[in-house]
C-alpha cells in the first residue's frame, strides 16, 4: 500500500506584505480625508425662526451674549457678555430688510428705533441669556412677520404683524392668568 503524503500549502502573508499594506492604506487616508472634518455640525443659517437656537448654540456666547446687526440686516455682530467687544458674526446670515417691532404699554405695535453703530443704521439688537431667555420680539421681513418668545415656545411665523401681535397678546394674558387658581 503506497501512502501519499499530502503537503498541505498553507501559504500566508508575511509581516513584512503586512506593514506595507497598512502603510499604503494610512497613505491613501490621510491624502483623501485630510480636510473632511468628521461630525463638525455646520451652523445654520441665521433667520428669524433660527435666530434663538443659532446663537445659543454658537462658540461666543457664555453667560450672556448680545446680538447687533445693521446694514439693512445684512451684517451681524455677536458680543459675549457686558464687557466685551462686538465680533462679526461670521457664519451664514439671511435677515436682509427685517425690521424689529414690540408692544408698548398700550398694547400698540411699535416699530424699534436703535440708533448706530459704526455710523451704520442699527436694524436689530437682541439679547440672549444663559437660562435660554431673550428679548422678546416681532421680526417682520420680506417672507412674514416673526414672533419670537422671551423664553417659553419656540418662534412662529405669521402671515402679517397683526397676527404676530394678537398672538403675542394671547400668550401675555395666558401667562398673566396662569395664577387665577391658586
Not at 445659543?56 to 457678555?81: H, I, M, N, P, W
Not at 440672549?128 to 416673526?146: A, C, E, M, V
Request: glycine residues 6%; contains cysteine; hydrophobic residues 35%.
Amino acid at each position: 500500500m503506497f501512502h501519499t503524503k499530502r503537503h498541505s500549502l498553507h501559504k500566508g502573508f508575511t509581516l513584512v506584505e503586512l506593514l506595507i499594506v497598512i502603510l499604503l492604506i494610512s497613505i491613501v487616508y490621510f491624502l483623501g480625508f485630510e480636510g473632511v472634518e468628521i461630525g463638525k455640525k455646520t451652523p445654520k443659517t441665521l433667520t428669524p425662526l433660527t435666530l434663538k437656537s443659532n446663537i445659543l448654540s454658537s462658540e461666543l456666547f457664555q453667560k450672556k451674549a448680545t446680538l447687533l446687526c445693521v446694514d439693512k440686516c445684512r451684517s451681524c455682530y455677536l458680543r459675549s457678555g457686558l464687557s466685551s467687544g462686538f465680533e462679526a458674526y461670521e457664519n451664514p446670515i439671511d435677515l436682509t430688510n427685517t425690521e424689529a417691532y414690540t408692544i408698548d404699554r398700550y398694547d400698540t405695535l411699535s416699530r424699534i428705533e436703535y440708533g448706530r453703530y459704526q455710523d451704520k443704521k442699527i436694524c436689530l439688537i437682541m439679547d440672549f441669556f444663559k437660562n435660554g431667555s431673550s428679548t422678546q420680539i416681532i421680526l417682520k421681513n420680506d417672507r412674514g412677520s416673526y414672533f419670537l418668545p422671551a423664553f417659553f415656545g419656540e418662534p412662529r411665523e405669521f402671515p402679517s404683524l397683526e397676527e404676530a401681535k394678537e398672538y403675542w397678546l394671547r400668550n401675555t394674558d395666558l401667562v398673566s392668568n396662569s395664577g387665577d387658581f391658586y
